[in-house]
């Protein structure tokens, strides 16, 4: 493991279906991050925690919720989803002001049916 | 904001032939610019970075160059193997704010025995 744990690895939801990703980070860091990775748009950011503040949403439809209660922790709820929200969710971590990347976590593959 | 283009989207080398992916950033205040390698299956992993302060890194047979002045960078592998192949992307981190990387489209990159 890398310090950046999400699970589950899988799930499939139905559309009417209510669920949450979580991911956990064991390295320090100070910011957290949500990506949606699909084949039309590779790593596509949707959310920005530092020091635990939401400090960015790039316009991401309010069926997904995000949540981080602590540093080390970052939860996405999910609800009502729709097929085309199909794809890898991504969780990544990083030490702002410190100049470097992000460490990310192996994925939650998200199937709606 | 940040936007940043990488080319080509696939790339196709024989063994041991050298491999070169372009990216091009739109905000010249960025100052930091990861390289990350997808495997199948698995997350991105930073390969190798380079600050703006820096116009060359090497790491065995990986490379980064920079040129601020044009605002773009490369990434060059050298002596190609199987195991490169990949999706490579690029980033880049404007500071400030939210200190998010943007993420170029990726390349994916078919090394050919």
């Known amino acids: 493991e890398t310090g950046v744990t999400q699970t589950p690895r899988h799930l499939v939801m139905g559309m009417t279906n209510k669920k949450s990703l979580k991911c956990e980070q064991h390295l320090g860091h100070n910011a957290m991050y949500w990506y949606k990775q699909s084949a039309k748009k590779p790593l596509e950011l949707m959310f920005v925690?530092?020091?635990?503040?939401?400090?960015e949403n790039n316009s991401v439809p309010s069926r997904f919720s995000p949540e981080c209660p602590n540093s080390s922790h970052l939860f996405l709820h999910l609800h009502t989803l729709q097929p085309e929200d199909s794809a890898l969710y991504l969780c990544a971590s990083s030490q702002e002001m410190a100049r470097g990347g992000y460490t990310f976590g192996s994925g939650t593959r998200l199937t709606v049916v | 904001g940040e936007n940043v283009e990488q080319h080509p989207s696939t790339l196709s080398v024989q063994e041991g032939d050298s491999a070169v992916i372009k990216c091009t950033y739109s905000?010249?205040?960025?100052?930091?610019f990861p390289w990350y390698k997808q495997e199948l299956g698995k997350r991105p992993q930073l390969i190798i970075d380079?600050?703006?302060?820096?116009g060359e890194k090497k790491d065995q047979r990986i490379a980064v160059t920079l040129n601020k002045t044009a605002k773009h960078f490369s990434l060059h592998i050298t002596e190609t193997q199987p195991e490169d192949s990949a999706v490579y992307f690029c980033?880049?981190?404007?500071?400030?704010?939210?200190?998010?990387?943007?993420f170029g489209k990726g390349t994916k990159l078919t090394v050919n025995p």
């Open positions: 925690y530092s020091l635990e503040e939401r400090v």
């Open positions: 380079i600050r703006s302060n820096v």
């Open positions: 905000d010249s205040a960025s100052n930091y």
């Open positions: 980033a880049a981190r404007t500071p400030g704010g939210s200190e998010k990387l943007v």
